[in-house]
C-alpha cells in the first residue's frame, strides 16, 4: 500500500480533485476504498496527491502540456516510456507502453524500449529521443553534443524545449511513484540479502577465496 494516506471521497473539498474522482473511477465510487483504473493501476497515484490540493493541481495542469504541444506524440511518449524504465518505475513504464499503442505503434518498438541501443526498428528520430532521454535521465541532464546535434536534425528548438520538459516531467513522476509507492511501484526492494544456509555462521569468505 502507499507510504502515505489515500484521501477518501468524503473528504474531498476541491472541485478539480472531485472532477478527477468522478471521472477516472466513476462518482459512486470511492477510489480510497474501491480502488482500480480501467488501466487496470490502483489509482493510489489520484488517491495520494489529493492530500495536497495544490500539488494535485500543478500535476494536472502538466497533464495539460500534451494538447497544446506540437511535438510528435508518439516521439513524447518514446521519452516518457524510456524515462519510465530508465529510473525503473514500473508504472511510468507500463502505462506508457500502454499509450504507445493507443498511438498505433508496433508492438516491436515496444518491446525493445529496454534494449533500444542494439534494436533496428526505429527511426533516425527516435533513436534520437531515446539517446536524448538516456542522457537526461540516466546521465543527469549531461548531453553529449553529438547527441543534441542529432536530436537537432529532427526537432525545432520549441519541440526540443517541450520533449526536455515532459520528459523530466515523467522522471519526477517515475521518481515520486517509487519513493511513496504508488500505483505498479508498491513492490518489495528487489535487492536484498540472501541469507547464507543453516550453520554457515560469520566464516570469512575472503579467506575461502584466496586460500588463505
Not at 488517491?47 to 513524447?76: C, I, K, M
Not at 507502453?97 to 527511426?123: F, H, N, T
Not at 553529449?144 to 536530436?151: E, G, I, N, S
Request: charged share 25%; glycine share 6%.
Amino acid at each position: 500500500m502507499p507510504r502515505l494516506r489515500e484521501v477518501p471521497r468524503a473528504e474531498v473539498t476541491d472541485e478539480r480533485i472531485r472532477f478527477f474522482y468522478d471521472r477516472l473511477f466513476g462518482p459512486d465510487r470511492d477510489p480510497a476504498v474501491e480502488h482500480g483504473t480501467a488501466t487496470g493501476s490502483p489509482g493510489d497515484w489520484w488517491t495520494v496527491f489529493a492530500q495536497s490540493p495544490e500539488v494535485f493541481r500543478h500535476a494536472v495542469r502538466g497533464f495539460a502540456l500534451y494538447r497544446e504541444s506540437a511535438l510528435d506524440p508518439v516521439l513524447r511518449e518514446l521519452g516518457q516510456c524510456r524515462a519510465g524504465w530508465a529510473r525503473g518505475s514500473q508504472f511510468v513504464f507500463s502505462q506508457h507502453c500502454k499509450q504507445l499503442r493507443a498511438l498505433g505503434v508496433a508492438e516491436d518498438k515496444i518491446a525493445a524500449l529496454p534494449s533500444w541501443q542494439v534494436a533496428d526498428c526505429y527511426s533516425r528520430p527516435e533513436r534520437a529521443v531515446l539517446a536524448y532521454t538516456d542522457a537526461l535521465v540516466l546521465d543527469g541532464g549531461r548531453v553529449p553534443d553529438a547527441v543534441f546535434d542529432r536530436l537537432r536534425e529532427h526537432l525545432t528548438e520549441p519541440e526540443i524545449l517541450q520533449l526536455t520538459y515532459i520528459t523530466c516531467m515523467y522522471e519526477m513522476h517515475a521518481t515520486i511513484a517509487k519513493a511513496l509507492r504508488l500505483e505498479f511501484d508498491d513492490r518489495p526492494e528487489p535487492v536484498t540479502e540472501v541469507a547464507a544456509p543453516d550453520g554457515y555462521g560469520t566464516r570469512d569468505l575472503s579467506a575461502d577465496l584466496t586460500g588463505s
